[in-house]
């Protein structure tokens, strides 16, 4: 259960929406889609769902197109949230699951499932107006689960959630992987990509500029972070050979240095000038190479 895109091109009238994408993801991958607002992560997600005809390019889920057919193996969790809002939990869900195939039994015994596994089994008849966004969210993400999905795509699946939902339905993806499901999400935040994704693609402007496993990409950026924690006056390391940037922190300074050698120095050059609480040599952070390769602040 491979989806595959080859070659994806994406054009509204003169704009190139995305360009030149191609990737492979496998079953038991999440697969992490970053890219600042308008960068063509929504597009992509519309043309694999086949809700957006393509301008160039191919793109097959287990070797056939994606269509009617095999929609019903697919869940879409769209960047726009949208229930009917005076319907009750219960009969959006279970009528939901039913157009994708499930029985009414089988449609509930699931959805009381995630309610409880949410920690909200009292809104299975509650009208959905009358839930806050980040609970409709909660309810939105089961809709697109329930009927047990192998490919899954999630538009900004955090965004809105309390640090508590997000953990929760964090576990709720890495579950999901694990039993199979190939999942693909986007993210404006860096974090939750570097946290559950092994491979992650970023795109500037519809173009493909950082793509690979997560590991590979830190490797291959060469620089490092230095962090020092230290009651000396550390300003000296701004004009360090090897040290591309220096920050002030609270309690000494963060540096990205240009390879480990550098580190060793520093090292040396500390030595008898006082107490030092902490050197840590770090990868770098997705934001420091997201911030190099596209070059604008992300958050
Ligand atoms: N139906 C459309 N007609 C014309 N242009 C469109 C259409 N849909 C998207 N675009 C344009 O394509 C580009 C990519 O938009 P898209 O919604 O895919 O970005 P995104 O990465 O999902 O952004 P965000 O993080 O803000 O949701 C944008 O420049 C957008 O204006």
Redesign the pocket.
């Known amino acids: 259960m491979t989806l595959l895109l080859n070659q994806v091109k994406?054009r509204?009238?003169k704009?190139v929406?995305?360009n030149n994408l191609s990737l492979e993801i496998p079953a038991n991958e999440m697969f992490g889609f970053l890219?600042?607002?308008?960068?063509?992560?929504?597009?992509?997600?519309?043309m694999i769902l086949g809700l957006?005809d393509r301008t160039a390019g191919e793109i097959t889920w287990n070797g056939s197109p994606i269509n009617y057919e095999t929609s019903s193996s697919i869940g879409y969790l769209p960047?726009e949230r949208g229930l009917y809002p005076k319907l009750r939990v219960k009969e959006q869900i279970v009528y939901l699951a039913r157009l994708r195939g499930m029985g009414k039994n089988e449609a509930l015994k699931e959805l009381e499932y995630w309610l409880e596994r949410f920690k909200v089994p009292d809104y299975l008849n509650q009208k959905v107006e009358e839930l806050s966004k980040g609970n409709q969210q909660k309810i939105q993400f089961i809709s697109s689960v329930i009927h047990k999905p192998k490919l899954l795509i999630l538009?900004?699946p955090f965004s809105g959630l309390d640090p508590i939902n997000v953990e929760m339905l964090k576990e709720a993806v890495i579950d999901l992987k694990n039993e199979g499901t190939s999942i693909v999400f986007?993210s404006?935040r860096m974090e939750h990509v570097e946290e559950l994704c092994e491979n992650l693609c970023i795109?500037q402007?519809?173009n493909p500029v950082v793509q690979g496993s997560l590991r590979q990409i830190k490797r291959s950026f060469g620089k490092k972070n230095l962090a020092i924690h230290a009651d000396i006056a550390l300003d000296f390391l701004k004009d360090f050979q090897g040290v591309v940037r220096y920050k002030q922190t609270p309690e000494g300074c963060l540096l990205q240095i240009t390879s480990e050698a550098v580190s060793q120095e520093i090292f040396q050059a500390l030595q008898g000038k006082g107490f030092v609480r902490k050197f840590a040599l770090e990868e770098p952070s997705l934001q420091d190479i997201f911030i190099e390769k596209v070059g604008a602040t992300y958050e």
């Open positions: 994406k509204f009238g704009h929406a995305v890219g600042g607002n308008g960068a063509g992560k929504t597009t992509t997600f519309r957006l960047e538009d900004e986007s404006h795109l402007k519809g």
